[in-house]
């Protein structure tokens, strides 16, 4: 049973910078893509982005890309959110989640199996 922990949240200013972490206990059999998401009091679960673990290949949403990058430590089973020139509309529960991107769609909840409990990212303005 893969575990995932994110942790770096916390409170800033607008403009601001704040960079997640995501730890994975294991690298299970098949999993190869990490995926952040997002979900603000109100509002749909969104995505933000993924990373391959082996290649490095990311994708974005459109509104966070240029400000925010994906990067991983295979060493160490983590993977960085770098959030840079914050809004507060992107105040929310950032959530990490590891699945498999043959044949899926890496922007869908569903193509994920493990998830983490969540960090807290609050974008004063």
């Known amino acids: 049973q893969v575990q995932l922990v994110e942790s770096g949240g916390g409170l800033v200013q607008a403009g601001g910078s704040l960079r997640l972490s995501c730890v994975a206990t294991?690298?299970?059999?098949?999993?190869?893509?990490i995926g952040w998401f997002r979900h603000a009091p109100g509002k749909e679960r969104e995505y933000v982005g993924t990373?391959?673990?082996?290649?490095?290949?990311?994708t974005y949403l459109h509104s966070v890309r240029g400000r925010f990058t994906l990067s991983k430590d295979n060493a160490n089973n983590t993977v960085y959110l770098q959030m840079n020139s914050l809004k507060p509309e992107d105040t929310a529960v950032y959530y990490c989640?590891?699945?498999?991107?043959?044949?899926?769609?890496?922007?869908?909840?569903?193509?994920?199996?493990?998830w983490g409990q969540g960090t807290q990212v609050t974008v004063a303005s």
């Open positions: 294991e690298r299970a059999f098949g999993i190869d893509i």
């Open positions: 989640a590891a699945g498999v991107s043959t044949g899926r769609r890496w922007d869908s909840t569903g193509s994920y199996k493990y």
């Open positions: 990373i391959n673990w082996d290649n490095g290949f990311t």
